[in-house]
């Protein structure tokens, strides 16, 4: 046998995904570039701050806000993949909350108002949004209603003499919610109606009686901001109706699709990140004489993580595959997002416990990438629900 035909593992190699061509590498590389340069060196500031709004602007200028957004709206034409990798490199932020404002903006938001609205929304709110000069949020959950969509109270009541829809209700844990210029926001119309009582409405933030009730404190994502708000006789005109009047459940049920599948990439990266961290820390730190990434007990830890990690990247790039050749899979996006979301709090979990007590301490960053991944166990629907959505989908 020749030298030549000696086969050894490339384990070296860093090879892309089949669904990246060399032009997703090089975004790849220049919002790397960007997020390291630019915004991780904030990333201690805006945990106590939270992130400011030129983030947006300045994303905006870089034509990132809009990879996968037509170009006829400011966007740059780009196919779901760009979104992906947005996704995925904003994980070098470091600072979670980032990564879910500005999701909040393009796979939230700006999709629902492309996709169900009229020429003059898409010019009123999108376009800007592409630009990073508005910022948007996203109204579903309810002080008493979450995983229960079909359960939200706020009501928008048609006023035929004025031609507007007058708003009541209140709605928490609104990412965006105090900086944001709109919210697509989920009323009921009809009360009486079942699934089919519901509307999105597209309400300015400044609008009379939009009320930023409160800043709400959490566990992690403290980058971000969290809004309880209210809504006290708020008017808008039937030019503010999203898509139509009646089918804000369904269409709402379509822009969660996208909310998941970006959530699991999310998940994914954020896992790898802490992965490549304790990595590290693992070759250096010594015990008993020896690295301790060398005691077969961690290097196995390394192995689980490591499988569980590729195992959700690929659930997240196929299914990703199918969404962008025309295929509506929610199962498998369901899956992606219910699997990566655990598999990030198994692995930052266990990367504390390699950390041993610096794992705990603030300063190593660890214990914050617990606390940030911890949400998309709930957010976006909770595991719970994906479960339901799931084992539902096989008639059960
Ligand atoms: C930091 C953060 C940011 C968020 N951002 C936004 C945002 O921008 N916009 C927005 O609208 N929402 C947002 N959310 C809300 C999020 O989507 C909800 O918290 C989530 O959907 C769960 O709803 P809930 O909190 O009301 O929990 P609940 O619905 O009260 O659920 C409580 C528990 O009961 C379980 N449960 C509920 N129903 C069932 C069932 N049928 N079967 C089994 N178990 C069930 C749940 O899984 C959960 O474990 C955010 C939440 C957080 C924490």
Not at 120 to 136: D, R, Y
Request: glycine letters at 10%; hydrophobic letters at 40%.
């Amino acid at each position: 046998m020749a030298t030549a035909d000696v086969l050894k593992p490339d384990f070296a190699n860093r090879r892309s995904h089949f669904i990246f061509t060399d032009d997703h590498n090089q975004l790849r590389e220049s919002i790397r570039r960007f997020v390291i340069k630019e915004l991780q060196p904030h990333a201690e500031e805006w945990e106590e701050t939270t992130f400011p709004d030129w983030v947006f602007e300045r994303m905006g200028e870089l034509g990132f806000l809009g990879l996968d957004k037509p170009v006829e709206y400011g966007g740059q034409g780009g196919d779901y993949y760009t979104s992906l990798v947005l996704a995925e490199e904003l994980v070098h932020a470091h600072c979670g909350g980032l990564g879910m404002g500005v999701a909040v903006q393009t796979d939230m938001t700006i999709p629902p108002i492309l996709k169900f609205g009229t020429e003059e929304q898409k010019q009123q709110w999108a376009v800007p949004a592409i630009a990073g000069k508005k910022i948007l949020c996203l109204g579903i959950t309810e002080p008493d209603a979450g995983s229960d969509v079909a359960g939200i109270k706020t009501r928008a009541v048609y006023d035929a003499a004025a031609g507007e829809y007058v708003i009541n209700g209140s709605k928490t844990f609104i990412t965006n919610g105090h900086r944001a210029h709109c919210i697509v926001l989920v009323t009921k119309t009809d009360p009486d109606a079942g699934y089919d009582g519901f509307t999105l409405l597209l309400v300015p933030m400044d609008a009379p009686g939009v009320i930023r009730e409160k800043r709400l404190q959490k566990l992690g994502m403290h980058a971000s901001d969290t809004a309880l708000l209210a809504f006290q006789d708020v008017r808008v005109p039937c030019s503010a109706v999203l898509g139509q009047v009646g089918k804000g459940f369904y269409h709402i049920m379509w822009e969660l699709q996208g909310e998941r599948l970006i959530g699991a990439a999310g998940s994914v990266a954020g896992a790898q990140h802490v992965f490549d961290r304790t990595l590290a820390y693992a070759k250096e730190r010594t015990a008993f004489g020896r690295p301790i990434g060398r005691f077969q007990a961690i290097r196995h830890k390394f192995a689980e993580m490591a499988t569980k990690i590729e195992t959700a990247r690929q659930m997240v790039y196929s299914t990703a595959w199918r969404f962008e050749n025309g295929e509506y899979p929610v199962r498998e996006i369901t899956m992606a997002k219910l699997y990566a979301a655990r598999i990030a709090v198994e692995v930052a979990d266990e990367c504390i416990q390699i950390h041993g007590g610096n794992g705990y301490m603030k300063e190593y960053g660890i214990e914050r990438s617990w606390r940030d991944l911890r949400l998309n166990r709930i957010g976006a629907g909770s595991d719970e629900i994906m479960l339901e959505v799931i084992g539902r989908s096989y008639g059960l």
